[in-house]
């Protein structure tokens, strides 16, 4: 219980600064389908993500398990398919200027929009994740 508990947890969290890094994620009801976006992405994550592994697992020994991104972004569409008030539009990122690095403008939308935002996800809870061990 405790583990699914922080799971939602580190899902609501990382979903949200996601939408904060690039715009392109909404929430129709702000906070509530946050929560409820984050439900949803422990649920399938727990139960659809080691369906989707298993049926990917040719493919990601072939690869050496570079082909396992599939089944995070296989997780994010389908919960934007089933959170009523969640949906992505696009990906948005303005672009970051510092004085040790430049990262440039980035816009995608449909699939490379899905796909940008599980990779960004996957960032954002890997290392909420690596903080709190």
């Known amino acids: 219980m405790k583990r699914i508990l922080r799971h939602f947890v580190v899902s609501s969290v990382s979903i949200f600064l996601s939408s904060s ?3 392109g994620l909404y929430f129709e009801k702000g906070l509530e389908t946050i929560l409820m976006t984050g439900l949803g992405l422990t649920l399938v994550s727990l139960i659809a993500k080691p369906v989707i592994n298993m049926l990917l697992l040719p493919v ?13 972004v296989a997780v994010l569409y389908i919960v934007t398919m089933t ?26 939308s449909g699939f490379l929009a899905v796909l940008a935002f599980s990779f960004l996800h ?12």
């Open 21 to 23: 890094i690039a715009k």
């Open 60 to 72: 990601n020994l072939l690869t050496f398990g570079l082909f396992r991104w599939v089944s995070a």
């Open 122 to 133: 996957s960032i954002i809870s890997s290392f909420i994740y690596w903080l709190m061990k």
């Open 83 to 108: 959170v009523p008030g969640f949906k992505i539009a696009g990906f948005d990122f303005g672009g970051y200027t510092s004085l040790w690095i430049d990262l440039p403008q980035i816009v995608l």
